[in-house]
């Protein structure tokens, strides 16, 4: 949730030419109307603060529409195939174990 009580919604562009990632954050009033986030101003840290406020709040939701806008560009995780790949490849190796185990027995 944002200062307008709502879910943030993301919209994300991949611009091939420069390499960058086109991002926008936005909301959508019951009434239709969409409020558009601004570019954030930077500010210096004060490192004698003790604790500061985060660059922004979202909810899982959001975090999720995110993660999927991410992934809908071409943006995949530096770690690994992910979940998909590694279930793929779990299965496979279940499959070849259990050929190899009926087989030996000779149960079809």
Known sequence: MNSFGLPLRFNLNLTPIFGQIEAYAYTRAEDGRV???RLLEMTPLDPSVGTHEPTFHMDRSSAQELMDELWRIGMRPSEGTGSAGAMAA??????DLQRLVFEKRGVE
């Open 90 to 95: 779990t299965q496979a190796h279940l499959r």
């Open 35 to 37: 409020h558009l986030g």
